[in-house]
């Protein structure tokens, strides 16, 4: 419990968990899964794997594209390992501020507080024994509503895995009123809020974003960008300028040979994060620019694995906007 009262307090600049830190964020979400899970679902084994960069109060987003990949182990690439074929960061500026005209021109019906948002994807995260390399899994489906209430809450989200549903609560000191909305658990309404000036939402994303010890600065804003565009619903403009303000953070490239996780080819935007050894992609549509889903992958041979193996991944199949947990949208 100390470790759950720690994270809502006021982080520091850096903490000292090694490049591979997914192993943090499951244990809490195994722990509050565990807990909340029917007893006839037996307790997922708690093993440590590598998370994706985003802080340990993520909730919806982390339920979206962090807890599915918390629950099963890393997908292995085959042939050299040397991962997508980069272009140039001046083309991926150009990609990325074309994948930003067309998000402002896309419609988007605004969610209310007492909305869902329901996403299914394609999902795996990487799994590893202690003391060796991270043990290979395999690509699941899953599902996940997450609560648009403005004011704190005590269950964020629930998830449908594996044929069972787990409610997705943050473990609260007693008298707590739950999680309030902001960038660890990012509404439809505090997403509106966040300005839409590409170069001051850069500047808050950069004063919001926690960082690890051995990761860049950067490469943590970029992957809490490629988090909040993910698996979230927020207003066009909001999408552009997320999007803008990507292009805008150094080391950013572009990928012709992109695929995601459900094997759907596209172009993608990739950065490397030199000093943690790993790099994050995200896939678009080659002809419709629209987000399909992202891709973590080791960039060095070393303790967690081979050089292109990869660590965590999803393919978001759908997204919508339901009036009650468990609804799911029509066909």
Do not use: C
Not at 247 to 255: C, F, L, M, N, Q
């Amino acid at each position: 419990m100390n470790e759950e009262l720690a994270r809502l307090l006021p982080p520091p600049p850096e903490r000292d968990v090694p490049p591979g830190r997914l192993a943090h964020h499951k244990d809490t979400l195994m722990r509050l899964i565990d807990d909340d899970a029917p007893a006839t679902t037996p307790a997922a084994p708690r093993k440590r794997d590598r998370r994706l960069p985003r802080p340990a109060l993520w909730l919806p987003a982390a339920a979206l594209t962090l807890a599915g990949a918390l629950t099963v182990g890393l997908v292995t690439t085959t042939g050299s390992g040397a991962g997508p074929r980069p272009s140039d960061g001046g083309s991926a500026v150009v990609l990325l501020d074309r994948i930003a005209e067309v998000a402002a021109r896309t419609e988007v019906e605004p969610v209310r507080d007492d909305q869902l948002v329901y996403v299914k994807s394609l999902t795996a995260g990487a799994e590893a024994v202690e003391d060796g390399p991270y043990r290979p899994g395999e690509l699941h489906r899953r599902e996940v509503w997450v609560s648009q209430e403005p004011g704190p809450v005590k269950q964020v989200a629930l998830h449908y895995e594996g044929g069972a549903y787990s409610p997705l609560r943050e473990l609260l000191p007693p008298g707590s009123p739950g999680v309030p909305a902001g960038i660890d658990r990012p509404t439809y309404r505090w997403l509106a809020s966040l300005p839409t000036d590409p170069d001051e939402l850069l500047a808050e994303l950069y004063r919001l974003t926690r960082t690890w010890k051995g990761e860049e600065k950067a490469q943590a804003v970029f992957d809490r960008i490629g988090e909040l565009l993910g698996e979230t619903v927020m207003p066009a403009r909001t999408a552009a300028a997320l999007y803008e303000a990507a292009a805008k953070i150094p080391g950013v490239t572009r990928t012709e040979d992109a695929v995601d996780p459900a094997g759907r080819r596209g172009v993608g935007i990739r950065r490397v994060d030199e000093r943690a050894g790993w790099a994050t992609e995200w896939v678009f549509d080659r002809e419709t620019l629209a987000y399909l889903g992202e891709r973590s992958r080791l960039t060095a041979d070393g303790p967690m694995g081979d050089k292109g193996t990869v660590l965590s991944e999803t393919a978001v199949l759908e997204r919508a906007v339901v009036d009650e947990y468990r609804e799911r949208p029509a066909p």
